[in-house]
C-alpha cells in the first residue's frame, strides 16, 4: 500500500523523473497490476481533476500530471495487454469539421486515459463522416465532440444529425464541450452531456456511462 500512495503522489506531483521507477518498484514488490492501475493511476488523476476544476491546479501542472501517468501507464502496457485487462470504456473523440483547437481536446483525453478509458483520437477538423466511420469500427460507449470557435459550434448539430440519418446515434452516448460551448447549447442539439473542463468531463462521462 505504501508503494501505491508513493506512486500516487508522485503522479499528482508530475514528477516525470520518478514516476516509472516507482511504477516498476510496485511491480517486482508483487503489488496486483490492477490495483496499480486503480489505486495509483487513476486515483491519481482523479485528484488532479478535482483540483483543476476547483482552479487549485492549472493546464501546465495538469498536463505535467498526465504526462507522468503516461509515463507510468507505458510501463504497465506490456502486462496490461498480457493480462487482457479490459478498458472501462471506449470513446472516439474528435475536434469538429472546420476548427482546429485541439489542446482541450488532448487534455480531455488525457484525464479520460487516466480513468483507465480507451480512447480513439480522430484529431481535429474532423467532418461527420469520419465520427461515423469510427463509431462503425470502433463501436464505442461514447462520442465525444470538442469546438472552440463560434462558427464551428453547429458542426457539432450536424454531426449529431449525421449520426441519426446514418441509424447509429442510439448505439453511443454524445458528450461535447470547449469554450463556447453551454448546457443550453448541448440539450438544444441533443447531446447526451456536456462538461465544462477536463477534470469535470471524466465525471460526467462515467456519469452517462453508469461507471463507479
Ligand atoms: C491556442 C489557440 C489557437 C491555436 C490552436 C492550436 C491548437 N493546436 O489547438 C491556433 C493559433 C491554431 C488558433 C487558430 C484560430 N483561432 Co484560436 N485560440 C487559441 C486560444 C489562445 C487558446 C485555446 C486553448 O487551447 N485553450 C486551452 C484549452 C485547455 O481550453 P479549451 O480548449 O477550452 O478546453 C477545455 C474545456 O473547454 C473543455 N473541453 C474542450 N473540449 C472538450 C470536449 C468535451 C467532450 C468536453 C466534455 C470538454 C471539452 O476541457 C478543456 C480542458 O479543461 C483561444 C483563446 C483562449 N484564451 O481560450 C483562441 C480562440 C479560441 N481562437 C479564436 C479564433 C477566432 C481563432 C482563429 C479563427 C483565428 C484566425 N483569425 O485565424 C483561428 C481558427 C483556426 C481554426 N479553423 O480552428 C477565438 C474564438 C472566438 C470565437 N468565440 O469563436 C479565441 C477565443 C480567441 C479570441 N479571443 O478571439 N487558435
Known amino acids: 500500500m505504501h508503494l501505491i500512495e508513493k506512486l500516487k503522489t508522485l503522479i499528482i506531483e508530475g514528477n516525470l523523473a520518478q514516476a516509472p521507477r516507482a511504477t516498476q ?3 517486482q514488490a508483487g503489488v496486483d497490476l490492477r490495483e496499480i492501475i486503480d489505486q495509483g493511476l487513476i486515483k491519481a488523476m ?3 481533476g478535482e483540483r483543476f476544476s476547483s482552479g487549485e491546479l492549472y493546464i501546465p501542472e495538469m498536463l ?21 485487462i479490459k478498458a472501462k470504456a471506449k470513446v472516439v473523440f474528435g475536434t469538429v469539421q472546420g476548427d482546429v483547437h485541439d489542446i482541450g481536446k488532448n487534455l480531455v483525453i488525457m ?7 480507451e480512447v480513439y483520437d480522430l484529431g481535429m477538423d474532423v467532418p461527420p463522416e469520419k465520427f461515423y466511420q469510427a463509431i462503425k469500427t470502433h463501436q464505442p460507449d461514447l462520442c465525444c465532440m470538442s469546438a472552440l470557435l463560434t462558427t464551428t459550434q453547429g458542426a457539432m448539430g450536424k454531426t449529431i ?8 446515434r ?11 460551448i453551454t448546457e443550453e447549447f448541448s440539450a438544444g442539439i441533443e447531446a447526451d452531456g456536456y462538461a465544462p473542463d477536463a477534470g ?8 452517462l456511462l453508469g461507471i463507479r
Do not use: H, Y
Request: glycine share 8%.
Open 111 to 117: 484525464m479520460m486515459q487516466g480513468a483507465g478509458f
Open 161 to 168: 444529425r449525421f449520426l441519426k440519418e446514418q441509424s447509429v
Open 46 to 48: 482523479e485528484v488532479v
Open 64 to 84: 505535467l500530471s498526465a504526462k507522468t501517468m503516461q509515463a507510468s501507464l507505458n510501463v504497465l502496457r506490456p502486462m496490461i495487454a498480457d493480462r487482457g
Open 25 to 27: 518498484e510496485a511491480l
Open 170 to 180: 442510439q448505439t453511443v452516448k454524445v458528450m461535447v464541450g470547449g469554450a463556447p
Open 200 to 207: 469535470s468531463a471524466v465525471e460526467k462521462a462515467k456519469e
